[in-house]
């Protein structure tokens, strides 16, 4: 990790605080509106589930101009908790706001996130739980499921599960999960959740990690946490939280840096950590902690149309770059898919009665994946593509994030591809499709290993 850059200002807490047992920390930019909520209930699981150990609440806030950092100072006292849990605890809650600096210039949830543990360090914390501040559906009690698995179980990672609607998670559902199954063999479902509970010794160990990049300082962070745990052979576990209800987010219009950042890392990291996965086989389950949940998340709105028209517009922009990071069947295959991606996009839109400008298209969710129900991306060139990507990273000479940027239409079709063919099932039953991608991204492993061989013959013999 690059040298710690602590401010005065919070080397000036950590001397305040001193040392304690547990810590929750929570990143922020702009989310004045929810963090009280997430602070309150922070508190709250504190005193309630841990009234014996030593807490501290951390909020690393990016400098927002809305007030965020004042909006968590302002929260009620710990004392206020205290009254309404009739819990006695034997250590003072501590609450901080603080402006994390950023990293290399960069700033970001990861460089918040970095700031957090250099805390958790210096105050020598048991366990971290880190949740996010735009979170509606945090309980206290998720505090103790952060938490509990490594303070009761000698866990060192603890990843959450949720509920979520079929339509949200997709950088989750379609990379994250189905590639870390297949690639390091552990079945964690939400790598990317942005909930989580880290044990002191795997803080230190991120603290003591040389792969920092400017995408882990953003959005790069929760894949690299996991990976990083899973690569540092820590013991990892799940836990249930029930529903995760937070700002929403349109795969379509929102969530294409996050891709990108979320993305660019996971295949850097897997790159680096050949070792890790060339020989692993299969998968297994992660044990889960907590007392299972039913719930029906909220529903998401998808712009179906406008992910089918990007992919099909990457495929007249991208095609050279395509060239350089597919393998040639893969290309051929996903070139075709873009061309139906354009005609079936055009007649729905006709159908519709929507002009050239898909973005502000008023046809609902389920209208437009209707139209466009002839669409289908199969799920094994969806991991050919991926595991193209990951063979062409190896080269150095192909700069990530270009190649990243690129993929970003192609993930658009998949995106588009899975809420048409989940249009008329259960969050449940989009579950099972979800399952099914993650057991093919497993069956074409191999095709991963034997490119991923060859390309390490023809380097040796260049
Ligand atoms: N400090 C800081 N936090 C950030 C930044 N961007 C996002 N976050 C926090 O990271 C968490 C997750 O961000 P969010 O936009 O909700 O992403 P998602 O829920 O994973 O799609 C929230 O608590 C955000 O406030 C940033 O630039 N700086
Ligand atoms: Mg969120």
Known sequence: M????????????????????????????????????????AQAGLVQYFPDLRPVVVNSDAGSPDGTGRVVIDTEPP????????????????????TYPEIDGVGGKGAALRTIFEIAAALKVQALVVVD????????????????????????????????????????????YPLTRALYGHRIRQPIGGDFGVSGDLVRHYLTLDDWTDDVSKFGIDIWMTTSALAGGFAVCQTRLGAKIHDPKDPGSDLGPMFRQVVGTILRLAVKHEGHWLDIKGSHDVPAYGFERIIDPPPLNVNTLRLLSEFHTGSMTLAELWGSMLAPETLETVMELAGDAGRIGD???????????????????????????????????????????????????????????????????????FVIENRNVTTDEAEDRVERQARTFERTKPYLVERWSAAKVAEGAG
């Open 2 to 41: 690059p040298e710690t850059a602590l401010t005065p200002a919070v080397r000036e807490q950590i001397a305040r605080l001193g040392e304690a047992d547990i810590m929750v920390g929570i990143p922020s930019f702009k989310n004045a509106a929810t963090i009280g909520y997430v602070v309150r209930a």
């Open 347 to 417: 007649t729905a839109r006709t159908k519709l009665g929507i002009g050239e400008d898909v973005a502000s298209a008023t046809a609902t969710t389920q209208e437009m994946a209707e139209a466009v129900s002839a669409f289908q991306f199969p799920d094994d060139v969806w991991s050919r593509v991926i595991y193209d990507l990951i063979v062409t990273a190896r080269n150095p000479k192909h700069p990530l994030e270009t190649l990243v940027a690129a993929l970003v239409p192609i993930y658009f079709g998949r995106v588009g591809s």
């Open 133 to 176: 501040s735009d979170l509606r559906s945090i309980v206290p009690e998720w505090i103790e499921l952060l938490s509990g698995p490594i303070l009761k179980g000698g866990y060192d990672f603890v990843a959450p599960l949720y509920a979520r609607y079929k339509y949200d998670g997709t950088i989750t559902n379609t990379v994250t």
């Open 79 to 98: 004392d206020y908790i205290e009254q309404i849990l009739l819990v006695r605890p034997s250590h003072k809650l501590s609450r901080v706001s603080l």
